[in-house]
C-alpha cells in the first residue's frame, strides 16, 4: 500500500492526532490526552473525541483515564505521517531557507495533500542538495541570498512553459 492510500479516509485534523499519538509513543511508550492535546494545540475534550475516532478505526488502544497506544495500523500510518512532516520542514528550512516556525506550520498544511511519489522527489532532492554542497560549496545559501536580493519572483516565469 503507498503512503496516500495508507493515509485516505482520515480528515486532516485525525491525521494530525494520530502523528502526535504516533510520536509521543515513540518517545514514551504511550500517549496521554493532555500531552497529544498540547501538540495538536487543543483541548483536553476534542483530543477525547479524536481519539475515540481512531479508536474505532482501530489505529490506538483507547479506554477512557487511560494511556493511549498504537495498533499496528496506527503505527504504521503515524510513521509515515511523521515521515512527510518531517521530510518537508528539512526541505523548507535547509533548501529554501524558511525559519523553522514557519516551515512547521507550512509543513503541517502540505503534508496532507503531497503523495508519496511527489514526496520520493523531495526526499531525493534534499539528498542531491546534502551531497552537492560539500562538492560544490554551500550552495543551498548562495540560493537564500539569491532570494533575499531578487525582484519579483514570478517575472522569470511567467512566460514560460511547464
Not at 30 to 46: C, D, P, Q, Y
Not at 104 to 117: F, L, P, S, W
Not at 131 to 143: I, K, L, N, T, Y
Request: with cysteine; aromatic share 8%.
Amino acid at each position: 500500500m503507498d503512503q496516500a492510500t495508507q493515509t485516505a479516509g482520515l480528515s486532516e485534523s485525525l491525521q494530525d492526532y494520530l502523528e502526535a499519538v504516533y510520536l509521543l509513543v515513540q518517545r514514551h511508550g504511550m500517549a496521554r490526552m493532555k500531552e497529544i492535546a498540547a501538540l495538536v494545540g487543543v483541548g483536553k475534550s476534542s483530543v477525547t473525541c479524536a481519539v475515540q475516532a481512531l479508536a474505532e478505526r482501530g489505529l490506538v488502544n483507547y479506554e477512557p483515564y487511560q494511556y493511549v497506544t498504537l495498533c499496528e495500523e496506527g503505527e504504521a500510518m503515524g510513521k509515515v505521517l511523521l515521515r512527510r512532516h518531517r521530510v518537508l520542514k528539512r526541505f523548507l528550512m535547509r533548501v529554501i531557507g524558511v525559519p523553522e516556525a514557519e516551515a512547521e506550520t507550512i509543513a503541517c498544511k502540505m503534508e496532507h495533500v503531497i503523495k508519496g511519489d511527489v514526496l520520493d522527489r523531495f526526499v531525493q532532492f534534499l539528498h542531491f542538495v546534502e551531497q552537492r554542497s560539500g562538492v560544490d560549496g554551500p550552495w543551498a545559501e548562495a540560493f537564500r541570498e539569491f532570494c533575499r536580493h531578487a525582484g519579483n519572483p514570478d517575472a522569470s516565469v511567467e512566460g514560460r512553459q511547464p
